[in-house]
C-alpha cells in the first residue's frame, strides 16, 4: 500500500513549491536532492535526510539507508515532484549545509576555486565536478546569481556539491580569507598576455573566474596576483566558464604530478 497517492497531498505541494522556491528554501533550510548516485553522494558526507521519499514503479535500484523511514508514492505523484526527464524513483529533503569559510579545512598546497556570479546551475555544477575530480580543496562561490542549492545545480553537479566543501561569502570577505592563507589569486581573463600554461601553478592558488558575458569584475581583476588567458585560435576570444576552469584546473594537476 502506497502512503501518498494524491496529487493534492500538502507534502507533494510543500516539495513542488520548495523546487520551486529559493527563498523558501532559504527560509526552511532545506532543499531537494534527486537521483540515487546523489542521494548516496550526500548520504556518504553525513547528511542527514529530513525526508526520503521513493516511487516503487520507477526504482528499479534499492538504497541502503538504515534507519531511514522512506515514504512510497505513486508514479503520478513522483513525477509531479520530480524535475528530472527520466526519474529513478529516489528523492530526499536534506538540510541545507551551513558551511562558512571558517569551516573550510585545506590541504598543504591547497587549489581553491573561486566562482564569481556565476548564473547558470549548469555551468555551477560542472565546475563542482571538476573540483571533484581533480581534487581541489574547495569552492567559494563569491556574489553568486545562482543558487548553490538549486535542485538543477545540485543535478548538474551530480552530486559533488556534497564532496567539494562548498561555500557562499561576498568577494572581499574572501579576498581576505585567501590573503589570511598567504593563498595567490589568480585571474582567469582572454585579456590576459600569460598563458595558464606558463606561470607555476604548483603553490597555494585560488583561481578566480567569472561571468561568460562579462568575466571577472574589476575587484577580482585589481587583486589578482596574476591574470592568465587561454590560448584562443579561432574566431571567438572566449570559452564557456566551466570549460575555461577545468582546462587551468587540470594544468594545475598536471604540473603536481597529478597529485
Known amino acids: 500500500m502506497m502512503d501518498i497517492t494524491s496529487l493534492q497531498n500538502p507534502k507533494i505541494k510543500y516539495i513542488v513549491k520548495l523546487r520551486e522556491d529559493k527563498r523558501l528554501r532559504r527560509q526552511d533550510g532545506l532543499m531537494l536532492v534527486e537521483g540515487r548516485d546523489e542521494l548516496t553522494l550526500a548520504l556518504s558526507t553525513g547528511l542527514k535526510p529530513h525526508t526520503l521519499l521513493t516511487a516503487p514503479e520507477l526504482a528499479t535500484v534499492s538504497i541502503d539507508i538504515p534507519n531511514a523511514e522512506i515514504t512510497t508514492v505513486t508514479r503520478a505523484v513522483f513525477e509531479k515532484i520530480s524535475y528530472r526527464d527520466n526519474p529513478d524513483g529516489w528523492l530526499g529533503l ?16 591547497p587549489f581553491v576555486i573561486v566562482a564569481e556570479s556565476v548564473e547558470k546551475p549548469g555551468n555551477l555544477g560542472a565546475i563542482l565536478r571538476t573540483a571533484d575530480a581533480a581534487g581541489v580543496d574547495a569552492v567559494i562561490v563569491c556574489d553568486g546569481r545562482v543558487d548553490v542549492w538549486n535542485p538543477n545545480t545540485v543535478r548538474a553537479s551530480r552530486g559533488t556539491v556534497f564532496t567539494v ?35 607555476d601553478l604548483n603553490q597555494p592558488i585560488a583561481l578566480a573566474v567569472g561571468t ?11 587583486n589578482a596576483d596574476i591574470r592568465v588567458k587561454i590560448p584562443m585560435l579561432g574566431k571567438v576570444n572566449s570559452l564557456n566558464v566551466s570549460i575555461a576552469t577545468a582546462l587551468i584546473t587540470y594544468e594545475a594537476v598536471r604540473q603536481r604530478g597529478g597529485k
Do not use: C, Y
Open 165 to 199: 566543501p562548498t561555500v557562499e561569502a561576498d568577494s572581499q570577505m574572501t579576498l581576505d580569507w585567501l590573503r589570511l592563507r598567504k593563498m595567490r589569486v589568480l585571474a582567469a581573463t582572454p585579456s590576459a598576455e600569460v598563458l595558464h600554461t606558463s606561470v
Open 212 to 222: 561568460e558575458d562579462e568575466g571577472l569584475t574589476d575587484f577580482w581583476m585589481q
Open 94 to 109: 536534506f538540510p541545507i549545509p551551513q558551511n562558512t569559510l571558517d569551516d573550510l579545512k585545506l590541504s598543504e598546497n
